[in-house]
């Protein structure tokens, strides 16, 4: 659509905001990003979310659409003449929905406890939920080459969100995922074959190091503070 603004507000270790640019990059579209320092919001990202003051928030035309599932599924509705991310049957959509829910709902809390907690114990449980939850995924993934089936598209990129921060799990709770999940790790593999993925990806690495260098510098207190930060002002 010719003359369409696109402005995305983001904060860079998201996995929320990552999968608004997978969705954007999959249809092909041009966009704006402004990236927010979260403890001092901008005006604009209050303006634009005043109820939770969250990212990510994709403004279209002036108009503000906030959550990630609900963006990206806002993106594939208005251009839905491309790329279509969900099923187009009914049946195949609520369930690409709700798995999308369960992703948030278990990895979300998993992975924050992982990443911040003091308690080897604790980590140690949240690490052996993690497993469960991704191999629950890993069924429901199947033999099918992506979540939907042959194409790429909603599910895949709900989850692939979280896959930059995967090492940063690896490293806190010493395990490795594609040891406990290889097919799992073979569909990320496959899906970072795709342009629009990988490039609309945070570094692995730059995540972990950040987790780990606040954890030395600021000690658990600010790291939980920090983990706050994120669950506080993304999703």
């Not at 993690?130 to 194409?151: C, H, I, N, Q, S």
């Amino acid at each position: 659509m010719a003359g369409e603004e696109l402005i995305l507000l983001n904060f860079w270790p998201s996995m929320f905001g990552a999968r608004v640019r997978i969705a954007l990059a999959e249809k092909g579209l041009r966009y704006e990003e402004k990236a927010e320092d979260l403890p001092d919001k901008s005006p604009l990202l209050r303006k634009m979310n005043p109820i939770y003051k969250k990212v990510p928030v994709l403004i279209h035309n002036g108009k503000p659409v906030c959550e990630s599932l609900i963006i990206v599924e806002y993106i594939d509705q208005v251009w839905s003449d491309r790329a279509p991310l969900l099923p187009s049957h009914p049946h195949a959509r609520a369930q690409a929905r709700f798995w999308a829910d369960f992703i948030d709902k278990k990895i979300h809390g998993l992975a924050n406890k992982i990443t911040w907690h003091e308690s080897k114990d604790e980590v140690e449980e949240s690490k052996k939920e993690l497993v469960k939850t991704l191999k629950v995924l890993e069924g429901v993934l199947g033999d099918k080459p992506y979540f939907g089936g042959e194409a790429f598209g909603f599910l895949d990129i709900a989850l692939m969100g979280y896959y930059p921060s995967f090492l940063t799990y690896e490293t806190r709770a010493h395990f490795s995922i594609e040891a406990e999940c290889p097919k799992l790790m073979e569909w990320a593999k496959r899906c970072l074959q795709r342009d629009t993925v990988s490039k609309s990806l945070t570094d692995s690495n730059k995540i972990c190091d950040m987790v780990m260098r606040t954890r030395k510098n600021f000690g658990f207190v600010s790291a939980t503070n920090f983990m706050s930060l994120l669950k506080n002002n993304d999703d």
